[in-house]
């Protein structure tokens, strides 16, 4: 199929749903909470976060680890939300941050 408009509007049609279902999902864990518009409790907004993790696009692997990373991390003080993530959702979050959140 030559690469047209067509393909672009099918590629946008097919992916338009998937970002929303993530944000929605981020709203139903409460990460809005904190890292909605504006942000509280000095967390980073979902834009800043894509902007850093926008450089791991390309790195196989990066998503499971940072998954990993965000539902083990304590360093923060112990942040609930990250920690009772379960490791599907967390991924999906991951993914969905490291091409661009909102
Ligand atoms: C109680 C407030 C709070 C809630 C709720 C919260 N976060 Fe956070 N989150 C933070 C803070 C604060 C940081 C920044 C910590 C730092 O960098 O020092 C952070 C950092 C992050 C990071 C960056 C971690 C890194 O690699 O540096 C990600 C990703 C993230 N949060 C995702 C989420 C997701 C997804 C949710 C919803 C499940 C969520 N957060 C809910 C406060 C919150």
């Known amino acids: 199929m030559p690469f047209n408009r067509w393909t672009w509007l099918a590629l946008c049609l097919a992916l338009a749903p998937a970002a929303h279902a993530s944000s929605q999902l981020a709203l139903d864990k409460g990460c809005m909470g904190c890292h909605g518009n504006p942000p509280q409790k000095k967390a980073p907004t979902f834009a800043q976060?894509?902007?850093d993790y926008a450089r791991h696009a390309n790195d196989p692997g990066a998503d499971?680890?940072?998954a990993e990373q965000l539902?083990?991390?304590h360093v923060f003080g112990s942040i609930r939300a990250?920690?009772?993530l379960t490791p599907d959702s967390?991924?999906?979050?991951v993914r969905w941050i490291i091409h661009?959140?909102?």
């Open 49 to 51: 976060l894509a902007v």
């Open 64 to 66: 499971v680890r940072l």
């Open 71 to 73: 539902r083990a991390r």
């Open 82 to 84: 990250h920690e009772t």
């Open 90 to 93: 967390a991924l999906t979050l």
């Open 100 to 102: 661009g959140a909102p």
